[in-house]
Nanobody, 125 residues
Framework: QVQLVESGGGLVQAGGSLRVSCAVSGRTFSNYAMGWFRQAPGKEREFVAAINQNGASTTYADSVKGRFTISRDNAKNTVSLQMNNLKPEDTAVYYC??????????????????WGQGTQVTVSS
C-alpha cells in the first residue's frame, strides 16, 4: 500500500503563487505515475496534472496549462505542484494520487489506486 500526504495549501490572493507537495511512502515511488486532482465545493473532483514515473512526461488540464507545473523528485519520494497566477476559481481541495499504470498518463480518477487526504487551497479575489 502507498501512503500519500499533501502539504503546502493555504490562502493566497489572486495573482499569487503557491506550491503544494505530496510525500509518498510504502512502495517504490519511482514505479508510480503521479497525478494532482482538485475538488471545489459542490463540484466533482477534476484532473489537474499528471507526471510519469521518470518525470519526462507531463500533462495538464486546459484550465491550468501555462500556470501550473508538476514535478517530482524520485530521490525524495515527493511530487509537487507549483501554482502561479492563481485565480479564485482555483479554490479547491487538492489531492495527490498514485497509479501503478505503466503506459500513458491517465487523467481519469478511477485509474489512480492511491490517494492522499487533500490540502485546501483558497484564492481570494
Amino acid at each position: 500500500q502507498v501512503q500519500l500526504v499533501e502539504s503546502g495549501g493555504g490562502l493566497v490572493q489572486a495573482g499569487g503563487s503557491l506550491r503544494v507537495s505530496c510525500a509518498v511512502s510504502g512502495r517504490t515511488f519511482s514505479n508510480y505515475a503521479m497525478g494532482w486532482f482538485r475538488q471545489a465545493p459542490g463540484k466533482e473532483r477534476e484532473f489537474v496534472a499528471a507526471i510519469n514515473q521518470n518525470g519526462a512526461s507531463t500533462t495538464y488540464a486546459d484550465s491550468v496549462k501555462g500556470r501550473f507545473t508538476i514535478s517530482r523528485d524520485n530521490a525524495k519520494n515527493t511530487v509537487s505542484l507549483q501554482m502561479n497566477n492563481l485565480k479564485p476559481e482555483d479554490t479547491a481541495v487538492y489531492y495527490c494520487a498514485a497509479t501503478a499504470r505503466t503506459f500513458g498518463l491517465p487523467r481519469a480518477s478511477p485509474y489512480y489506486e492511491n490517494w492522499g487526504q487533500g490540502t485546501q487551497v483558497t484564492v481570494s479575489s
